[in-house]
């Protein structure tokens, strides 16, 4: 049950422009009553003492990839869905994130939980679970566009109102991610594990759908718009890509490969999503753009845990302390701004009157940031004794 009405105070507050030393922070029925400077009496009010910590929204994670380790943490050994997925939460809470966007992927054939009956599955599996979450859970769905026995599947899963939010990418070894076969190839053998012959099986299955992607992307992006459901492009590589992505509507941009791509999605009014690893690291994984130098150019605008949720919180405090940016805009980029991305900033990303009380406290010990308390909708969800 939703507390009624409590505050938390002595904390330091993080807005969206600015930090409050000493705050109150009033919860009423769930959501942001007032946000207030200095002390404040509530008589008969269950009462918070944040002192000595931060107080963050809660943070908005648009694309993790955690769920497939999860289910499949060596290759060939799977754990059942619904304890992966209870226990995922856990993680997800005690990481400050209070909206997931756990990214399933229609790519059959790449990995192992990359099979288009496991991906319908584990989105059924979402759905069905959906009030048992202690995290706010969404789904998005991150279609492979050189799948075409995907298409139908992801189709039905739209119309059945199942997605909620929707990514493009296109693996195809010579473009976007892997601008060489030599490094598609170090990516699944290092990384999964697949043989010279699995590799070469999925880089000719590639190339023969690779010709109709357009078609089957067009589709879709009238199913998406028709739903309203909002839209990703993966693994942008050029100007000319973002071109004509712009014509055809609204995109996040995630994960561009260069400057280049990075830069044309800001200057067509995109979002532009990097990976918290990458910021932590300072480095891409696979050589790409480093996600530290495109927020220094003002080119990136949200952060996603991308296969490490607690890198995003981490990740976010990583550019405070090298002086990158103020804790606030900071913040904003694992809060705020992915909320406006896909339309849900009216709900929830800052502490703001009005909206959910989505947040959580945090005590920095060593340049790291502790959760020791994570809040959604009012309810307590974690908790830790430790202080």
């Not at 969206?16 to 509530?42: H, S």
């Not at 990214?103 to 059959?108: K, P």
């Not at 993966?234 to 280049?260: C, K, M, T, Y």
């Not at 753009?289 to 990583?318: F, H, M, T, W």
Request: with cysteine.
């Amino acid at each position: 049950m939703k507390p009624e009405r409590f505050f938390v105070d002595n904390g330091t507050v993080v807005l969206p422009e600015r930090v409050m030393e000493n705050a109150v922070v009033v919860i009423e029925k769930g959501r942001i009553a007032a946000v207030e400077n200095g002390k404040k009496r509530f008589n008969g009010a269950r009462r918070i003492d944040a002192s000595g910590c931060l107080v963050l929204p809660g943070l908005i994670d648009l694309h993790s990839d955690a769920l497939e380790r999860e289910l499949e943490p060596r290759p060939n050994a799977f754990f059942p869905t619904e304890m992966v997925l209870r226990e995922l939460d856990k993680k997800l809470a005690a990481a400050g994130i209070t909206t997931i966007y756990h990214a399933i992927s229609f790519a059959e054939g790449e990995i192992g939980t990359r099979s288009n009956e496991m991906a319908k599955q584990i989105v059924e599996t979402v759905k069905k679970l959906t009030d048992k979450f202690r995290v706010r859970t969404r789904v998005h769905a991150r279609y492979e566009l050189t799948d075409i026995e995907a298409l139908p599947i992801v189709r039905d899963l739209i119309g059945e109102h199942r997605i909620d939010m929707l990514s493009f990418m296109d693996h195809t070894p010579g473009q976007g991610q892997f601008r060489e076969a030599a490094s598609f190839h170090r990516y699944y053998s290092v990384v999964y594990s697949k043989t010279d012959i699995e590799i070469a099986e999925m880089i000719e299955k590639k190339q023969a759908a690779h010709a109709s992607t357009v078609e089957r992307l067009l589709y879709l992006l009238n199913l998406c718009r028709s739903s309203e459901i909002p839209l990703a492009s993966h693994d942008d590589d050029s100007r000319e890509r973002l071109a004509w992505l712009n014509e055809q509507g609204r995109f996040i941009s995630e994960f561009p490969v260069n400057i280049e791509a990075a830069q044309a999605a800001r200057d067509f009014g995109f979002s532009v999503s990097m990976g918290a690893p990458n910021a932590l690291r300072g480095t891409s994984v696979t050589g790409n753009l480093s996600a530290r130098e495109a927020i220094e150019r003002k080119l990136c605008n949200i952060l996603c845990s991308d296969y490490v949720p607690s890198a995003l919180l981490q990740g976010a405090l990583k550019l405070v302390d090298t002086g990158m940016l103020t804790m606030p805009e900071a913040i904003k980029l694992v809060s705020l701004n992915p909320a406006r991305a896909v339309g849900i900033d009216h709900e929830t990303g800052s502490l703001e009157p009005g909206k959910a009380a989505d947040f959580l406290l945090l005590k920095k010990t060593n340049g790291y940031g502790d959760v020791t308390k994570t809040f959604v909708t009012g309810k307590e969800i974690y908790s830790t004794c430790w202080r």
